[in-house]
């Protein structure tokens, strides 16, 4: 049985007004995210939330130590700041300045989608650019809201030669990863929805989910 982080558990019992909080690692430690959207990381046993506004005023009072790491033999202090315990132990407090990092982490992220264009994604060239749009998916926030099952369909409808190594392309693209490296689990769940959805194109009485 797979053990748990306590940071981690910690985090999702006092912050669940704020959604699913999913992890995985980075760093060396976790990072916490709501939605994909990562507003948190845990290292060596500790909470770090990205810098907000409300965080900077609560530092200017009482400060927090940044998480400090070291890349190709440099220190490099990035912009999360660790959790103390007076913090763990205002958990009203605690969720409003969480809030308020995964707030800003959001925005960020939603004007970097703006400027960012599908070849730029992991796994999506030129071509597959053109392909997309071709298909009706003209750019990076389409594809993650329609997601990578229903976005093949629609590249199944323009090119008919687009197999399983596209589907899971496509997945890796919206989940930050290269195809190869995707959970063993959703690679399992796609080759099974591909190999049903071949099937229904030879019984098309049949329908897909």
Known sequence: MKKLNPIIERSRAQLAPLGSIESRTQFGGYALAV????????????????ASEPLREYIAQRPLEPL???KRGVLVS?????VDD??????????????ASLETAR??????????RLKDLPNLSVRMEMMLHEAGILNVQHL???????????LKAVNQHVGLQTLLALEGAISGHH??????AVRAELNAWFQRTVLMTLNPKGGVN
């Open 144 to 154: 993650y809201e329609i997601g990578a099952k229903q976005c093949w369909l629609k």
């Open 107 to 116: 925005e960020e992220q939603q004007r970097k989608q703006l400027s960012l």
């Open 86 to 99: 007076a913090l763990w132990h205002a958990p009203a407090h605690l969720l409003t300045l969480t809030a």
């Open 35 to 50: 939605e994909r959207v990562v507003f948190a990381l845990v290292n060596n046993d500790a909470l770090y939330l990205r």
């Open 179 to 184: 195809y190869a490296a995707l959970p063993q």
């Open 78 to 82: 990035l912009n999360y700041y660790r």
């Open 68 to 70: 400090i790491f070291r």
